[in-house]
């Protein structure tokens, strides 16, 4: 049927109506479709088809509603509304309810969208676009398609153009970020807030002293990595008072946000020796992005040393390379990551860096190649999570320089009486699993409320000096909400078995352990915080990080201080909760 109607869309006047005497002659089928033929175009320009359908000949106008489907062949996008109209003689197309327009990725939601077919433009009014990472609302939206299968066309840029609008993030631009570094509770509930909210025009009327407006944002949506570029953004202070940001602002959102290294520098995480700072220069390519980071670093003494980190990423790490080196202790560190097959077969290198897929925490190695595989199983007990299970095959060896005292203490007093405590090399393999019940009681509402599960973990080690060891550890972890405190404690039982020939792997939490993370959001300013574990058999702490978050809900200044690891981290986060006013953003479509 739908053939049928583009048909009559298209055919001339002359096919249309003849003399009146012609509708008794006997009707040559085989010339009517030879004339059909040669008039129809060789592509139609819009497909529609919907519940109900009707078409006014004289005027040849379509009226679809009902689940109403217009398909632009052309322009490689599928409009659906609840009643589109199409005027073939001058080629406009209107959609009316619950407009919804997708086009490569990007999908757009308006209440009312208008086509012109012939020119490859439309507009929409109230648009609201979803890509992944980010909601967009403004006034509205105007677009240029072309057709980038005509050769003429294959250098011309589809873009969507908003004007007056505002932009959420589900998570914060990390103007620097490491990927160990824990956020907040209070991070974390404004993530998991993002995610799910819609936005409004209200939301502009935020009660912070600073808010930000940007004068273009542009979201490249045909790229993976620094799709996301913000331009002259100003800093609002008050109601009458604004000044210039000096920060131009060019991201990655969306798959390509997490990477294993970004950059700049700032802090000691990166272990390159001393406090080490440096900012980030990088080139894009289509395989992925290489980076630069000239290092300046602080030592005791004083003592000045210099270096750098080169790096290259794919997006979403599936190939992830890192080298560098400091001066001042002469030391170099590097990382490899390649994804053989996803999750499922993956081969890691470090050298003088942390192992963050530890359950039992981040530990440091001096060199580490390993082939590992990463799942998650699901049972009925286990929350949504799952229960991670990984297995691993490695030759590693310790570098005990990568301590501090008090962290070669810890480590060292594991070990039986009588063995030394020096730096190992050798094969390793391993089993490690880990997970959170189903809770078994929960009460309360948003703001007071308390939920308890149990928490497991496990690993099993076998090394090539024959030694062998097991540990075990079960328990209750109670986690809740009092208002603007927000906390899990766990308290964890262990079994342990055998013993490593390794320092770096030690297992010191204890046979009995409390575990605490926790956040108290002083106010919408400033959030203190702590993560911490207490070995009861020792009586003492043996992991502990204090951090805090200062600045107003878009931006974020993250600091945090590892006082066992003596690592200091310094991050900002950029359009971290209430969305940002724009005058015009432009987004780039496939």
Not at 322 to 336: F, K
Request: aromatic share 12%; proline share 3%.
């Amino acid at each position: 049927m739908l053939a049928s109607l583009l048909a009559l869309a298209v055919l001339p006047q002359s096919l249309r109506a003849e003399n009146s005497d012609k509708l008794f002659q006997a009707i040559d089928k085989n010339s009517i479709e030879q004339k059909t033929k040669e008039t129809l175009p060789q592509q139609a320009a819009v497909d529609i088809v919907a519940d109900e359908i009707s078409y006014n000949q004289e005027t040849s106008f379509y009226l679809a509603q009902g689940q109403a489907e217009a398909i632009l062949t052309e322009k490689n996008a599928t409009l659906f509304a609840d009643k589109i109209t199409y005027d073939n003689n001058t080629e406009l197309l209107e959609a009316f309810g619950n407009v919804k327009i997708v086009q490569g990725a990007n999908q757009t939601y308006g209440s009312y969208a208008s086509f012109k077919i012939d020119s490859g433009k439309y507009q929409l009014d109230e648009p609201r676009i979803f890509i992944p990472g980010i909601k967009i609302k403004a006034r509205v939206v105007d677009s240029t398609y072309y057709d980038k299968s005509d050769k003429a066309n294959k250098k011309k840029n589809n873009d969507l153009v908003l004007k007056n609008g505002v932009i959420s993030l589900d998570q914060p631009i990390a103007i620097y970020s490491y990927a160990a570094d824990a956020r907040t509770h209070y991070s974390k509930d404004i993530i998991r807030y993002n995610r799910t909210r819609s936005i409004d025009w209200n939301d502009l009327s935020d009660k912070s002293h600073f808010n930000y407006k940007a004068k273009e944002i542009f979201v490249d949506n045909t790229r993976k990595t620094n799709n996301l570029r913000i331009k002259g953004a100003r800093i609002k202070v008050g109601e009458h008072f604004s000044i210039p940001c000096p920060v131009h602002i060019t991201t990655s959102v969306g798959d390509g946000a997490d990477t294993r290294f970004k950059g700049p520098v700032i802090g000691n995480r990166e272990r390159i020796g001393g406090f080490a700072l440096g900012p980030r220069f990088y080139h894009e390519t289509k395989p992925g992005i290489f980076s630069f980071v000239p290092i300046i670093q602080l030592g005791n003494g004083p003592a000045f040393g210099g270096g750098g980190i080169a790096s290259f990423n794919t997006p979403g790490d599936t190939t992830a390379l890192m080298i560098g080196y400091g001066s001042l202790y002469n030391r170099v560190i590097g990382s490899a990551h390649q994804e053989i097959i996803g999750k499922k077969l993956q081969a890691n290198v470090l050298v003088n860096q942390f192992q963050t897929d530890n359950v039992f925490g981040s530990s440091q190695v001096g060199q580490l190649y390993e082939l590992a595989s990463d799942f998650r199983l699901f049972f009925p007990f286990i929350d949504e999570k799952g229960m991670r299970v990984r297995f691993s095959g490695d030759w590693a060896k310790d570098n005990i320089e990568l301590f501090s005292a008090q962290r070669r203490e810890d480590l060292s007093f594991e070990r039986e009486e009588g063995k030394p405590r020096e730096e190992h090399s050798g094969f390793k393999t391993e089993v490690q699993t880990s997970f959170y019940t189903e809770p078994v009681a929960r009460y309360g509402n948003e703001l007071y409320n308390a939920s308890l599960r149990g928490r497991g973990q496990g690993a099993l080690r076998f090394y090539d000096t024959g030694d062998f060891m097991s540990i075990a550890r079960f328990g209750p972890a109670l986690e809740a909400r009092v208002d603007n405190f927000s906390f899990e404690v766990d308290y964890l039982f262990a079994a342990i078995a055998g013993e490593s020939p390794f320092l770096y792997d030690q297992f010191f939490d204890g046979n009995q352990s409390f575990v605490f993370d926790g956040d108290y959001k002083v106010n919408q300013w400033f959030s203190i915080g702590t993560s911490m574990t207490y070995n009861v058999d020792r009586s003492r702490v043996v992991r502990n990080e204090v951090r805090t978050e200062v600045g107003p809900q878009d931006f974020k200044v993250r600091l945090s201080y590892d006082t066992i690891l003596n690592q200091v981290n310094l991050g900002f986060n950029m359009l971290f909760g209430d969305p940002v006013a724009f005058d015009q953003m432009r987004i780039r479509v496939e």
